[in-house]
């Protein structure tokens, strides 16, 4: 493989591509991946497996070039690598992701958020938010609005333990791209018991 040019590399068919990005090191990888012709479409020809190992081999942070070209498909079974502990979601995990997503660029966060899971969406607000509706207070004088924000008027949040900026800038790009299911998650969220969105979440999973 160390004989074969950048140039060389670019000429052989996506299949002998992936063969010979299997036989070197993750760096090395990241190197062909973003200088090939065509990388988008060859880094979307990877294994989830394979593009993740890459990924945490190389470091995430150092490897947000590749994550952009990552399809929302394998975004997704990365995620599902990486963000479960035994049958539980780790939300820890799963904000650092989104994150890296943000800092990905290219609209990968935007992205994403309208390939998710909707359980997953909804048990991320239950989780960190309270969620009331506008129409439910606004005949009550008592009520104090200070520690809530609104995106929409429609529906008040405030965050619930330790505030995670990335997620107030996930759901206003989920207002702006689909406020049918932004509603549906903040209503969903004040309704859903955690165990049957993780409940639905594990079957999404095992049946991918």
Not at 137 to 165: A, H, K, M, V, W
Request: proline share 4%.
């Amino acid at each position: 493989m160390n004989t074969l040019s950048t140039e060389q590399f670019s000429s052989l068919p996506v299949p002998r591509q992936i063969t010979q990005l299997a036989r070197v090191d993750a760096k090395t990888r990241q190197e062909l991946l973003l200088s090939a012709r065509g990388s988008l479409d060859l880094v979307r020809a990877l294994s989830p497996e394979m593009l993740f190992y890459t990924l945490k081999e190389i470091g995430m942070t150092d490897a947000v070039g590749l994550l952009a070209l990552a399809s929302p498909e394998q975004v997704r079974d990365m995620m599902d690598l990486d963000c479960w502990q035994k049958d539980q979601r780790n939300n820890q995990r799963i904000i650092s992701w989104l994150m890296l997503l943000d800092e990905a660029g290219s609209g990968k966060l935007a992205e994403w958020v309208l390939h998710a899971d909707i359980e997953l969406l909804v048990l991320l607000v239950k989780r960190h938010f309270e969620v009331i509706r506008q129409a439910d207070i606004e005949e009550d004088p008592n009520f104090d609005r200070s520690p809530y924000f609104t995106f929409d008027d429609q529906y008040l949040l405030r965050f619930l333990g330790e505030e995670e900026p990335i997620l107030p800038l996930l759901l206003e790009r989920l207002r702006v791209l689909d406020y049918g299911q932004y509603t549906y998650v903040l209503e969903n969220s004040m309704l859903e018991l955690d165990s049957g969105l993780e409940e639905a979440e594990l079957r999404w999973r095992n049946a991918r």
